[in-house]
C-alpha cells in the first residue's frame, strides 16, 4: 500500500490549495479514505472522510462548511480543496484509510497559512 500525499505549500490567509493523494498497491475503489492533519504541538485530527464510491463525504468541524473532499477512482486519487484558508488550517496533510486489520497513511504534506 503506497499513499503519496502533494499540492501543500505556502498560501496567504484567504488563499486556496487543492491537495492529491495517489493511491497504489491496492484496490482503491473498495475503500474510503480520509484527511487527517496534525498541526504543530496539537494532536491529530480527521478533516474529512468520502465513501468507496465517493457520493457520501463526511467533515469534522475543522473542515465542515469550507473543505471539499472528492476522489477519481479511474485515477486512484483523492482530493482536498481548501477554499478560503486560514492561518489555523497550518498544519501536516495526511490521506490515508483503513484496511482491516490497520490504518494506512501517507507521508504528509505541508500546508503553512501565513502573510
Known amino acids: 500500500v503506497q499513499l503519496v500525499e502533494s499540492g501543500g505549500g505556502l498560501v496567504q490567509p484567504g488563499g486556496s490549495l487543492r491537495l492529491s493523494c495517489a493511491a497504489s498497491?491496492?484496490?482503491?475503489?473498495?475503500?474510503?479514505m480520509s484527511w487527517d492533519r496534525q498541526a504543530p504541538g496539537k494532536e491529530r485530527e480527521v478533516v474529512a472522510r468520502i465513501a468507496s464510491a465517493g457520493g457520501n463525504a463526511n467533515y469534522a468541524d475543522s473542515g465542515k462548511g469550507r473543505f471539499a473532499i472528492s476522489r477519481d477512482n479511474a485515477k486512484d486519487t483523492v482530493y482536498l480543496q481548501m477554499p478560503s484558508l486560514k492561518p489555523e488550517d497550518t498544519a501536516v496533510y495526511y490521506c490515508?484509510?483503513?484496511?482491516?486489520?490497520?490504518?494506512?497513511w501517507g507521508q504528509g504534506t505541508q500546508v503553512t497559512v501565513s502573510s
Open positions: 498497491g491496492f484496490s482503491f475503489s473498495s475503500y474510503a
Open positions: 490515508g484509510n483503513y484496511q482491516p486489520p490497520r490504518d494506512y
